[in-house]
């Protein structure tokens, strides 16, 4: 049996594990290890066990997730982002639909300091939720925007998805941090433009607030300071190469730490949380890298990898509608289950094949998280919308979905845009 066909079986089993409620990671180390033990040898198997994961996780570099992971948590356990809130509120609530533009803003700025979706959509729908409905907005609306803003916790820097992706496809942090900043802030823009544009069609979406002066406006500017400070500090520096991804990392945490202790904010029991929810995430985003690596070991010495990027090489198409149809599996398989797993699980074949074509590997990179952050307002594993329809168990949960859908019209202008001037992307790490 040729190492290809084996390969096939071993992504066959791979999904049936994961069918039968196997965690990803899981199914990954198990199929690699097996894979390995059949096409090398049982030491080459043993030995990617201990010599290969120990040389990657005795590497400073993966250190950069908990710190990142625990500067988010800081931020949101403690309250931080209220002030962001409130500040955003005082300029856009008086517009029609200018709550949700709100949180679109907000979303966008803990995006800057968070680095996750779901983090981002539960900071957001617990502050954001019950003033929406007290100024008589749609609840479906309400609680679509909040599950659409959190997407932007993993597009914009800095994200747990753009590290592990980084890890994957060995290219710098601090790059794909640099190249995902103007996409995200289109996205969050596209956002803005969806929001207006639906509450100018439907007013009793969104209805209009209170008039508020400019006194008060100028007032909250502060409300945005911690923010500003936090993300001027810990990615300014990174961009400005003050410090490296790892020191940016334990800068963010250590400044979130000491602007909660100015507001007042920071005490022994969200501390606690924080590290609880910190050590929780770090270990799920871990084990999941642990399982990827084992898995890409038996991959690519299968060469399975290397015969799809050859076979899509040869094929008389352009290499264009390659890319649209990899970039379709990628919305298919994040709608059918957690994005980040099958990132982790479909790089190592797909990466190989769009380099081969011919793309800039950190635009592929990326346009991968943008994919990848649509597969949270996707039915069935959509994540923000599960977290929102948590925080408003009174708002169906296919209605969320339903709302949410929108604004993936805002994902597709954004790719298409992206795909026809990649300089977007690659012009700013060049």
Do not use: H
Request: aromatic share 10%.
């Amino acid at each position: 049996m040729s190492p290809v066909t084996l390969a096939l079986i071993g992504l066959v089993v791979l999904f049936l594990l994961m069918f039968l409620r196997m965690p990803i990671s899981f199914s990954m180390l198990i199929v690699g290890f097996l894979g390995l033990l059949v096409v090398a040898s049982p030491k080459a198997a043993f030995n990617v066990l201990t010599a290969d994961l120990w040389n990657q996780f005795s590497s400073y570099t993966m250190s950069v997730i908990p710190l990142y992971i625990l500067m988010g948590e800081i931020v949101f356990r403690t309250g931080v982002n209220e002030s962001l809130f409130n500040a955003a509120y005082k300029w856009l609530g008086r517009l029609k639909g200018g709550m949700a533009a709100t949180v679109v803003l907000a979303s966008t700025g803990f995006a800057a300091i968070c680095g996750s979706n779901s983090a981002t959509a539960a900071a957001m729908g617990t502050m954001a939720l019950p003033e929406l409905k007290k100024y008589r907005y749609d609840q479906t609306f309400s609680a679509a925007t909040v599950a659409a803003g959190g997407t932007l916790g993993v597009i914009i820097p800095p994200s747990t998805v753009l590290i592990v992706i980084a890890l994957q496809t060995e290219q710098s942090v601090r790059q794909l941090f640099v190249a995902s900043v103007i996409p995200g802030l289109l996205l969050a823009l596209l956002f803005l433009g969806t929001v207006f544009f639906l509450c100018q069609r439907n007013p009793e979406l969104g209805p209009d607030g209170p008039r508020v002066s400019l006194k008060e406006k100028l007032s909250s500017l502060p409300g945005f300071v911690p923010s500003l400070l936090l993300f001027a500090f810990v990615i300014g520096g990174l961009f400005l190469g003050w410090f490296t991804p790892t020191e940016s990392g334990a800068f963010g945490a250590f400044g979130a730490m000491l602007i909660s202790l100015a507001m007042r904010k920071l005490n022994a029991e969200n501390l606690k949380a924080a590290l609880f929810g910190t050590l929780k995430s770090s270990t799920m985003v871990i084990t999941l890298v642990i399982g990827a690596m084992v898995f890409g070991r038996f991959l690519a010495i299968t060469r399975l990898p290397y015969e799809v990027a050859s076979w899509a090489s040869s094929l008389q198409v352009p290499p264009v509608l390659i890319l649209v149809a990899i970039l379709l599996v990628y919305l298919i398989g994040g709608a059918l289950m957690d994005a980040l797993g099958f990132l982790i699980i479909s790089i190592p074949i797909f990466y190989p094949t769009v380099i081969s074509l011919g793309y800039d590997p950190i635009w592929f990179a990326v346009v991968l998280c943008i994919v990848t952050s649509a597969g949270a307002i996707t039915p069935p594993v959509g994540v923000t919308v599960f977290v929102v329809k948590g925080l408003s168990p009174e708002v169906p949960l296919m209605s969320i979905f339903k709302g949410a859908s929108v604004f993936l019209i805002s994902y597709a202008v954004l790719l298409s845009l992206l795909v026809a001037f990649p300089q977007i992307i690659t012009s700013v790490v060049r």
